[in-house]
């Protein structure tokens, strides 16, 4: 049989009741009645009435079994049990699901009786269950949560026969991405995030480790997060996503000392581009003296006596890492001629528990200290024209870039890009406000309204002097377009050189469709090219003269 999950209409009758129109009448669409803590959601819109559960389906073909039912939502990783009777799964079954959207479980569905068995019972999430060859444990990833604003995940094995749970040893404080089993059922290989690199590692149960590759990655085209899949041969050899500054993901072995090759898909290109070449740099923060780790991509044929426009791009998330993977825009932002800085300032993964938990019901704070620290290293240099800082981020990045230029009007101009701009009204209208409002805040907007406004860049948009563009999908229910607005109202405003960028169609993931990636870095190079510096203006204006 095959197991898969789909989703499971549910037709509920409007509430409301209206007469029937008269006859030759065109009335106008019915009211939509919502009564679901989470009714829309970011890249799928409006949710219909209904929910995921799990199907069987005879590998012949046939009528699909549905294997579970409620109002719960089950989807993931499926896993079946050795005699095939049974399929491991998560969801959250609680009674509480809409109000605690963490606390998930793993589960054994029986196809025989129907009879659904818990098999963790914790304060958390526990997903992703894979089977073990043997049959005998079943490994899944989880942790305690704590309401703080970043977990380590962490990797269990569960041993079925026993029922007893340990915690598998890992590199150590950091979070397991993802993990398979090898084949002798005593592996395991998985994936984390270290220093801004993504790194596969294989442990053994007994807790040894070794670690197989340093730079995995590739598979976040527009800019460097992280993000790489994996897999296992059947001799234990790790095939993976590998990447650096300057290639996107070729598939990679890792049999012998180092990985080998196994693709090279893009040969027929990257040697006949002159591409940025992606330099590692460390710096101390303003703030407390934390070591900083970013990156800075020069513009080909970079030549350290001539000064440069620098870019400083930050990431989103706010819990996320970049790194040294390959970034279109990265490269197209240094093909333009900017020297591009993107670092991973405090509330960054990859560093640890108490790394990213600075941010922990205190962002924007002093990130904003790690990044203008980053920047004065730079200029520092002596090949950085001060005269010509430019900024720009999205999402938490967007937030960080509105929260920078009410802070100082060094930089010429700014491009926020799908930002949150007034905390109170973002946690009351994104799609995960249940989340927000309890992880990243200590009380609800009209419990603690200081503590939101103090933290809103809206609160400090009488400060803003720096030309600023706004630049947001108008389907983007994660930091709806709304935020957007605010601010860009709020510059007009105040008579601030200001425009806004809407993108139709397009949810958070602004970037999603090459189409879009190229109007986003297009719509920035535009705005940071408008307030160049009066000297450059100078330039441009001779060798347009000369031209003619």
Do not use: C
Request: no cysteine; glycine share 8%; proline share 6%.
């Amino acid at each position: 049989m095959l197991a898969f999950s789909m989703f499971v209409p549910e037709s509920k009758p409007l509430p409301v009741k209206l007469p029937t129109p008269p006859k030759g009448a065109k009335w106008a669409d019915k009211p939509v009645f919502i009564d679901r803590a989470t009714y829309r959601a970011d890249g799928q819109g409006y949710l219909k009435q209904g929910h995921s559960q799990i199907f069987v389906l005879p590998r012949e073909g046939g009528t699909p079994r549905q294997i579970t039912s409620g109002e719960f939502d089950h989807s993931g990783t499926l896993s079946w049990s050795e005699d095939g009777s049974a399929i491991y799964f998560s969801a959250n079954r609680n009674p509480n699901h809409e109000l605690e959207p963490g606390n998930s479980e793993l589960y054994a569905a029986n196809l025989a009786t129907g009879e659904i068995q818990s098999l963790t019972d914790r304060y958390g999430p526990d997903y992703e269950p894979r089977l073990s060859p043997d049959g005998k444990y079943l490994a899944y990833l989880g942790y305690d949560d704590q309401h703080l604003g970043y977990h380590n995940v962490a990797l269990n094995v569960l041993d079925l026969s026993q029922g007893t749970t340990r915690v598998i040893e890992t590199a150590a404080d950091r979070s397991v991405n993802h993990f398979k089993w090898l084949s002798d059922s005593k592996r395991i290989a998985y994936s984390y995030d270290d220093f801004g690199s993504t790194k596969i590692a294989i442990t053994r149960l007994n807790g040894s480790e070794k670690l197989v590759a340093r730079d995995a990655g590739g598979l976040s085209l527009g800019r460097p997060y992280g993000g790489a899949h994996f897999d296992i041969s059947a001799a234990g050899e790790v095939v993976y996503t590998r990447t650096d500054g300057i290639h996107p993901a070729e598939l990679a072995i890792t049999s012998g000392r180092q990985p080998q090759a196994l693709t090279s898909l893009n040969s027929d290109l990257l040697p006949f581009r002159n591409m940025a070449q992606v330099e590692e740099i460390t710096y101390t923060s303003s703030y407390d003296g934390r070591e900083i780790q970013g990156w800075v991509a020069y513009p080909p044929n970079f030549d350290p006596e001539k000064k440069y426009p620098l870019l400083l791009e930050i990431h989103g998330g706010p819990f996320a890492n970049y790194g040294p993977r390959f970034a279109a825009e990265i490269q197209l932002f240094a093909a333009a001629g900017y020297v591009t800085l993107y670092t991973n300032p405090r509330g960054s993964t990859s560093y640890g528990h108490e790394f990213a938990n600075l941010i922990h019901h205190n962002y924007p704070s002093q990130d904003y200290d790690d990044l203008i620290s980053g920047v004065d290293a730079l200029v520092g240099q002596g090949y950085i024209d001060e005269d010509q800082l430019f900024v720009t981020g999205g999402s938490g990045g967007g937030t960080l870039t509105a929260w920078i230029i009410s802070k100082t009007d060094r930089f010429r101009a700014a491009v926020v890009a799908k930002p949150v701009i007034n905390w109170e009204s973002f946690v009351l209208t994104a799609d995960y406000s249940r989340f927000f409002t309890k992880y990243w805040f200590s009380g609800m907007p009209w419990e603690k309204p200081e503590e939101y406004r103090r933290r809103s860049p809206l609160t400090y948009v009488g400060n803003v002097e720096t030309p600023t563009l706004l630049l947001t999908g108008e389907q983007d229910y994660r930091t709806p377009i709304s935020e957007t607005e605010q601010f860009y109202q709020a510059l007009k405003l105040r008579q601030v050189p200001t425009a806004m960028v809407r993108i139709p169609g397009a949810s958070h993931g602004i970037a999603a469709r090459p189409s879009q990636l190229i109007a986003k870095v297009a719509s920035i190079l535009y705005w940071f090219d408008e307030y160049k510096s009066d000297a450059d203006e100078t330039d441009k204006a001779a060798v347009a003269t000369t031209d003619q």
